[in-house]
């Protein structure tokens, strides 16, 4: 089990001094990305390697797994090719974490399936990135379970189903004063499973109900997205 938490790990400490008049060199402001950390630098799913030369946030990029990042691309690092010096302005943990098979999911802590959103998906290095969110009840320290199921279908499409086990700390309409909605991000390396260079993947999970922007918290529906993945490729898809 883990704790899924808190999302964000590092809150900006400074804020960037006044433009002077001398020319901004700077390449890119607020760059967002998410990659991983290989020895000790940040590659991201585009294939560019970060260093970090100034910090305005608190924290060690260099202790995580994979992160999300925001940035300046100050300049191409010298003698380099796709390696860029940075000022590292925010980072989020990512929970990295290998799929299940169904076969290997039917009985035990995986086998819940309490309600859990994927606010956004997109894929990227091969990864099916999601920012997650779900309910908590503040001051607990109950640690939430999130897996991606998957199997295969007799169309060859890969199914995959995202599971969340809240250990008993789930929503209800009589507990809805008692608590708050949490998020985290989280990446499932679909590559180590998936062989081809291009898959039919169909998606589902179960949230509540929304009826006129307010969620039923008697009902608990599925929720399905389908997606031709690309290996290689790099797509947001909400």
Not at 115 to 130: D, H, K, T
Not at 195 to 203: G, K, P
Request: aromatic share 10%; proline share 1%.
């Amino acid at each position: 089990m883990i704790n899924i938490r808190k999302a964000l790990i590092c809150v900006a400490a400074a804020a960037i001094a006044a433009v002077s008049c001398q020319k901004d060199d700077t390449l890119s402001y607020n760059n967002m990305t998410m990659g991983n950390i290989v020895n000790g630098k940040f590659v991201s799913d585009q294939g560019n390697t970060f260093n970090i030369v100034e910090q305005l946030c608190t924290g060690k990029l260099e202790d995580e797994k994979r992160a999300m990042v925001i940035c300046d691309v100050l300049n191409e690092t010298e003698g380099t090719s796709g390696e860029y010096d940075i000022r590292l302005t925010n980072f989020a943990h990512v929970l990295d974490k290998d799929a299940v098979r169904l076969e290997d999911a039917v009985e035990g802590d995986i086998i819940t399936q309490n309600p859990i959103n994927i606010e956004q998906l997109w894929f990227s290095g091969g990864y099916a990135n999601m920012l997650i969110s779900y309910y908590v009840k503040p001051g607990s320290e109950t640690k939430h379970l999130v897996n991606l199921v998957y199997s295969k279908d007799e169309k060859g499409r890969y199914v995959l189903n995202f599971r969340h086990n809240g250990f008993g700390e789930v929503l209800t309409a009589e507990n809805a004063s008692q608590m708050m909605l949490g998020s985290a991000y989280v990446s499932f390396p679909l590559s180590k499973f998936i062989e081809e260079e291009n898959a039919n993947l169909v998606l589902s999970w179960k949230w509540y109900k929304s009826i006129d922007s307010r969620l039923d918290l008697n009902t608990v529906t599925d929720y399905t997205f389908e997606y031709e993945w690309k290996r290689s490729g790099f797509e947001h898809k909400f």
